[in-house]
């Protein structure tokens, strides 16, 4: 028995399922999961000494790479000052500062801990502003795992098969309803059968946890239009495309403004970060200034906080970044492409810029129902030969590729390599 099946025996005794997220089981993929011992740059390292080019990237966080020292040592010099205060910093200053000055549709911001909790607080407070109950979200986006969202949720709900979660009583997702991603006239009909009823409508505006969909051109645009005549908030949750589509997200990348937004992940440079912001007179409703309460011991975390803002700075500082990764992307992903036509493979490649996703459906895939279609036996085999050739994946079709600043040349042709292998023998 290996050093990860000895620690998942161990885990399992005392954690539910031996993990703290499911997905992180490779229960879909029927293997045990690899323990991490450590990473650097493109590259994590497991407890038995493998070596893995990665591409989950803690799941979005670690956009500019594994250990990125200049992020390292503003950590370990905020350890010095002490790891919690639950008092203000200056730091927390300086990082709603640097954000609401450089992102032109946050005029104010609070920090969270999680990008789940980030969503909750935001609906709270478009439900607080509007003075309406109901929701609109989309069949396949993940937005967290507070109750009110687990309806019809990618990621891990969308991995098990399964649309929702037990333990929600049913008045917790009575005012959430379910429109399909890319399909506006879906929203339409959901405002008209509930006319001044619906307080926002939240969406990731790049779905990027059933696999990876993009909005078509019309999309983003009509959901604005729609808000606004019906009096209702957009909400765009940015946890995994803040700061990594653009440094202004999904926002700057098309051109749409939302009047809230929720980040996560590359906010906290790897520590548990989240922050909802937007205009101003919906976050003035946030308590102490207004009735919306929401609070935190460890928001702001001067740690976290050093880890997010450093991480943020080096990204403004640095635009050519996204530059580098849109040609990352497009080297990768465009040439999966490429090689699932020449294999004639049932695949599709869905991808933007550093995030991208194979799926084993062949065919458009432009919302959950197409994306449900794929077929998760092949995406384990898939999963596994990648896997024992060195390439770690998110054991699960419904999760999306990350690549980072760290990844090179030499990593994305070995990863091509791997995959035309793949390709070949199942031919
Ligand atoms: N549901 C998360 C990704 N969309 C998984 C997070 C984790 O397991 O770390």
Redesign the pocket.
């Known amino acids: 028995m290996g050093r990860s099946e000895e620690l998942m025996k161990r885990a399992e005794k005392y954690i539910p399922g031996g ?6 089981a490779y229960r879909s993929v029927g293997m045990t999961p690899r323990f991490i011992q450590g990473a650097t740059g493109s590259y994590i390292f497991d407890v038995e000494g493998n070596k893995y080019i990665d591409y989950i990237c ?3 966080p670690m956009i500019l790479g594994h250990n990125r020292q200049e992020i390292l040592k503003k950590v370990v010099r905020a350890c010095e000052d002490g790891l919690s205060f639950g008092a203000p910093t200056e730091i927390e200053v300086e990082m709603a500062e640097f954000i609401c000055q450089n992102i032109p549709h946050v005029e104010m911001i609070r920090m969270v801990n999680s990008g789940t909790e980030a969503v909750m607080s935001a609906i709270r407070a478009a439900r607080g502003f509007t003075g309406r109950n109901k929701i609109v979200k989309f069949s396949g986006c ?1 937005h967290g795992h507070s109750d009110c969202l687990l309806v019809d949720a ?3 709900l969308m991995t098990a098969g399964i649309p929702g979660s037990a333990g929600v009583p049913e008045g917790c997702t009575r005012d959430t309803l379910t429109a399909e991603y890319n399909n506006l006239s879906s929203v339409e009909q959901l405002f008209e059968a509930n006319p001044g009823e619906i307080a926002a409508v939240i969406v990731e505006p790049l779905a ?2 059933m696999g990876v969909v993009l909005p078509e051109e019309d999309f983003l645009p009509g959901l604005r239009k729609l808000c606004d005549r019906e009096k209702a908030l957009l909400i765009f949750d940015e946890v ?1 495309t803040g700061f990594r589509l653009a440094f202004g997200g999904a926002a700057e990348k098309f051109g749409v403004t939302p009047d809230l937004v929720t980040y996560g992940k590359i906010i906290g440079g790897g520590m548990p970060v989240g922050a909802y912001g937007g205009r101003k007179e919906i976050m003035e409703m946030v308590a102490p200034l207004g009735p919306v309460y929401q609070a935190g011991t460890l928001s702001g975390n001067p740690v976290a906080m050093a880890a997010g803002l450093t991480q943020l700075q080096l990204l403004y500082e640095h635009p050519e970044y996204y530059k580098d990764l849109e040609k990352k992307g497009e080297k990768l992903y465009g040439s999966m492409e490429r090689l699932v036509r020449e294999y004639d493979a049932p695949c599709t490649v869905n991808h933007l810029a550093s995030l991208g996703c194979v799926f084993f459906t062949e065919g458009l895939v432009r919302n959950y129902e197409d994306a449900k279609a794929s077929d998760t036996e092949e995406f384990a085999r898939y999963f596994r030969w990648m896997l024992e050739r060195g390439i770690h994946l ?1 054991p699960s079709q419904f ?2 590729m990350f690549l980072s600043d760290a990844h090179s040349d030499e990593n994305i042709e070995e990863t091509l390599s791997v995959f035309e292998d793949y390709l070949k023998q199942r031919k």
């Open positions: 993990v703290n997220s499911p997905v992180r803690s799941w979005g993940y990618g990621s891990g990027a946890n995994i998110a999760e999306a």
